[in-house]
Nanobody, 123 residues
Framework: VQLQASGGGLVQAGGSLRLSCLVS????????MGWFRQAPGKEREFVVA???????MYAESVRGRFTASRDNAKTTIYLQMNSLKPEDTAVYYC??????????????????WGQGTLVTVSS
């Protein structure tokens, strides 16, 4: 399984970005997918999960501003980020869990990770 994240960049506060993560070697219907982020000097944290069923779970800090989606045919997941804040600045990682663990917010559930894409939000 390989994951390739893209779409990061520099944006002003209040702006939007869309991240993509191309998944190779798995079908999304059989896989839990997650987005995590790691800000400078901080631990990596959960952002959103898209379960194999298609349901989603968001971190409280991004709920209402971020929207996760997937395109099964393209085996790609997306993270639409609106109303971005400087505190959203981080390297964003997509991750895949082929065992479909119940603990979708736990990074230990994910066995495959993308390389990360940097999102910088200026104030």
């Amino acid at each position: 399984v390989q994951l390739q994240a893209s779409g990061g960049g520099l944006v002003q506060a209040g702006g939007s970005l869309r991240l993509s993560c191309l998944v190779s070697g798995r079908t999304l219907r059989d896989t839990n997918m997650g987005w995590f982020r790691q800000a400078p000097g901080k631990e990596r944290e959960f952002v959103v999960a898209i379960r194999w069923s298609g349901s989603t779970m968001y971190a409280e800090s991004v709920r209402g501003r971020f929207t996760a989606s997937r395109d099964n045919a393209k085996t790609t997941i997306y993270l639409q980020m609106n109303s971005l804040k400087p505190e959203d600045t981080a390297v964003y990682y997509c991750a895949a869990d082929s065992r479909r663990s119940v603990a979708v917010t736990n990074e230990q559930s994910y066995g495959y990770w993308g390389q990360g894409t940097l999102v910088t939000v200026s104030s």
